[in-house]
């Protein structure tokens, strides 16, 4: 399922449990898992997702903030960037930029 949150194409994943209540969640700042009751209709959760519409903003805003914190890394009062080169097996610094070793999700 498509849908449009802050002129950001967002794929919707819903995992069906035996839950009371409907959980929604952003994997990445492209991927939102609701995670609800079998018996819950697609076009219910859809009007749930349209009511909660600004709270899904401010949850994609922060996950897109989260994103943003990761690429930079803070060492003695100087901000690197993170650059991820796949060949390096030990982090360096490389003039204003941190390559470590492996990248994280």
Same mark, same amino acid.
């Given at each position: 399922?498509?849908? @449009?949150?802050?002129?950001?194409? %967002?794929? %919707? ?7 009371? #209540? ?7 700042? !492209?991927?939102?898992?609701? =995670? ?5 209709? @697609? !076009? ?7 009511? #909660?519409?600004?709270?899904? =903003?401010?949850? &994609? ?8 914190? #990761?690429? &930079?890394? #803070? ?20 003039? %204003?930029?941190?390559?470590?070793? =492996?990248?994280? &999700?």
């Amino acid at each position: 399922m498509q849908y @449009e949150l802050n002129n950001t194409q %967002i794929e %919707i994943t819903i995992i069906r449990k035996n839950n009371k #209540n409907l959980y929604m969640r952003f994997l990445d700042y !492209k991927n939102l898992q609701i =995670t609800c009751n079998p018996f819950l209709k @697609e !076009k219910k959760i859809y009007q749930i997702i349209e009511k #909660n519409y600004q709270s899904l =903003t401010k949850m &994609h805003l922060q996950k897109l903030k989260e994103l943003e914190q #990761n690429q &930079h890394f #803070n060492y003695l009062g100087k901000s690197y960037q993170m650059k991820y080169d796949g060949i390096s097996k030990q982090p360096f610094f490389e003039q %204003i930029a941190l390559l470590p070793k =492996t990248k994280k &999700h």
